[in-house]
Every structure is written in C-alpha cells, then in structure tokens.
C-alpha cells in the first residue's frame, strides 16, 4: 500500500457517526449515591467507570479511579457528587468517528459521555472498544463483491461526442454548522460512486474534501467547494473569505493549529486536517492572504487499478 492508498476502515472512520457505534445502554448513577454503592456497581456491572446525572443533566464522571482515591483518602461514606470529576469532556452522537477516536486518542480518555446536540441529553458512551467492535461490525458487510468490479474511471465519458469533457459539482459549506459536518463530502462520494469512480480514488478525494469541508467550518464563515472531474483527473478547489492563513509553512505541519479557543474546547482543531488533504493528494497548492481569504486546489490522478 501507498502512502495516499486509504483503507476501507480508514473510510468507515469518517463516515461513520458516533451514535452508529457506541453504547446506547448507560449505565448511570445519580449525584447522590453513596460512594459505598459505587463498590458494588462497578464490580457487579464490570464497569470502569460510570456518568453521573444530576437534576436529569449529566453532572460529571466517576472512575475506579475516583473510588481508588476516595479509598486511599479514608473511604469515609459520601454522596459520589463530592468525588466525581465534573470537567467532563463529551461528544455529540451526531458527529463522525474521527472525532470521537481523535478526542479518545489525544485526551487519553477511556471514554466519553455522548450528547444528543438539541437537548444536552446524555444518550450513551463511547470508548475505545465500541471504536473498534463498531468497525469490525460494519465491516462485516460484503463490500467486495462490489470493490472488485472492474471499474473504469473514465467510463462515462466514453458515449460523450467532444474533444474534451468534465463534469463538475459545486458545494456550499456554512461556517460553524457542526450538525452538517462532512455533508458535502459525503454527497460528493455518492456522486463519485455513482458515476464509477475507482474505490481507493474515491476515497482519497472524500477524505480531502471532508477535512476541507470541516476547515471551513472550523475556521471560516463559510466557503464553497469546486469539484471538476475529467477522464485522468479529479480537481477538488476549496474557496472562503476567512481571516486566512498567516504562516502556511506551519500550517502545514502535523499538530499545528491555529482553531480559536471554542473549536478547541469542543475538541476539534488538532492541526490535522492539512496534512491529511496533503497525504490522499498527488498536488496540492494552497493560497492564502490575511484578512482576506484561502483557495485550496488539489488533484487526485485517475490512477489505473494494478
């Protein structure tokens, strides 16, 4: 495999959301409860930890952790509101994979309370395992009577009369609108599959327009996304008028990132996103002036399947 080939899991990781893979049934403890009955619980349920609810809102966590320390500490009985971490860090059911494998990673958490984004509604946990068993699950599915079809990427331009031809698509993208995060991207890949384009092709130019997509929401009011297809090539330009990029160079370096403080309390802006656009690119160019805007342009060679 290439450095730009990108695997079907890779793929799933993106496309996936969090409430496809993680646990639905919780298992909750109240603010109240004695740190006594936590004992029990984590035993009998063969837990790690647990969230806790108070006034039907999620209050906080508590760990073996949080029970080890209580126990180091005395263990004198109190109500588990007074031994509980209550800066949690949680994750929305309506966003993808990435992020909640990227928040498990990069925190280095065992799990995450999810949230319904409406209501602030706890709705399940997700953890390293449910990660991978929902993977594995998907997986499962019989993708390889369709990936070993033998497909050609220049297909449909064959019945077309014209010295040259191109189709194109265009995409508009709204700043800060996490609840349509990877929208485009993924109208763009059903579209991509739709006219026959090459699997490993298809998902290099998804994930480029995904982490585009969520650039411009992270960093922009909004922008729009170009994608011109033709019999060798796919061309995928990524306009906005942001604040724009003041150092590219650093841009451009895996962990630099410059998403202001509420992206990166929401656990997003991990300085990725560049670096990946560059990894599933054959070209990349990247144009940005302060204070007036980006243009991205990438191209994906229709490369012939060996």
Known sequence: ??????????????????RDVMTKEVITVSSSTPMSDLRVLLRDKRISGTPVIEKKKLAGIVSIE??????????????????????????????????????????????LPVLRRDSGRLVGVITKGDVISGLLKNLEVDFNAVEMRSFRSSHIFEDIDADKSRLMFEYGVKGADFSQAGTCATKLKTTLRRVGIDPQIMRRTAIAAYEAEMNLIFFTKGGRMLVEIEPEIIRLAVEDEGPGIPDIEKAMQPGYSTAPDWVQKLGFGAGMGLPNIKKCADRMRLDSTVGKGTKLEVDIFMEKKK
């Open 1 to 18: 495999m290439t450095d730009r080939e990108v695997t079907k899991t890779q793929e799933m990781i993106y496309e996936l959301l969090v």
């Open 66 to 111: 949080d029970f080890i320390n209580w126990m180091s500490d005395g263990g004198t009985d109190c109500p588990v509101a007074e031994r509980m971490t209550r800066n949690v860090m949680t994750i929305y059911d309506d966003e993808r994979l990435i992020h909640a494998v990227d928040k498990l990673e990069r925190l280095g958490f065992g799990r």
